[in-house]
Nanobody
Framework: VQLEESGGGSVQVGGSLTLSCAYS?????????????MGWFRQAPGKEREGVAR???????????DFAESVKGRFTISPGNAENTVDLQMNSLKGDDTAMYYC?????????????????WGQGTQVTVSS
């Protein structure tokens, strides 16, 4: 699966930004429905990569989603308006949200928000939050 992020940029503290990830296809096999687990990760300079949010879709319908504690109540993840896209809506942004954001996908998410759940990765998009 190929992934491409868009929507990064600079925003002031308290502002909002929406990231979008376009994926080439869901995962299919002969016994299961079209499914995909999409995740967003971020990595700030000098810090470890952090799982931010994930969403599990079967035939384009959301089965579950969850978030890191650091973004709960501020970020949402959902299927995008365009086909084969997933959006990360980020509200009430803080300076600590500044990072390179990566989209990732896997056929399922057996390890939650761990990077081990995901097999394919995008190139990343930068988000900078300034005061």
């Amino acid at each position: 699966v190929q992934l491409e992020e868009s929507g990064g940029g600079s925003v002031q503290v308290g502002g909002s930004l929406t990231l979008s990830c376009a994926y080439s296809s869901a995962y299919n096999d002969s016994t299961t429905d079209s499914r995909i687990c999409m995740g967003w990760f971020r990595q700030a300079p000098g810090k470890e990569r952090e799982g931010v949010a994930r969403i599990y879709l079967i035939r384009g319908k959301t089965k579950f989603r969850d978030f890191a504690e650091s973004v709960k109540g501020r970020f949402t993840i959902s299927p995008g308006n365009a086909e084969n896209t997933v959006d990360l809506q980020m509200n009430s942004l803080k300076g600590d949200d500044t990072a390179m954001y990566y989209c990732a996908s896997g056929s399922q998410c057996p390890y939650g928000l761990s990077s081990r759940s995901f097999t394919d990765w995008g190139q990343g998009t930068q988000v900078t939050v300034s005061s």
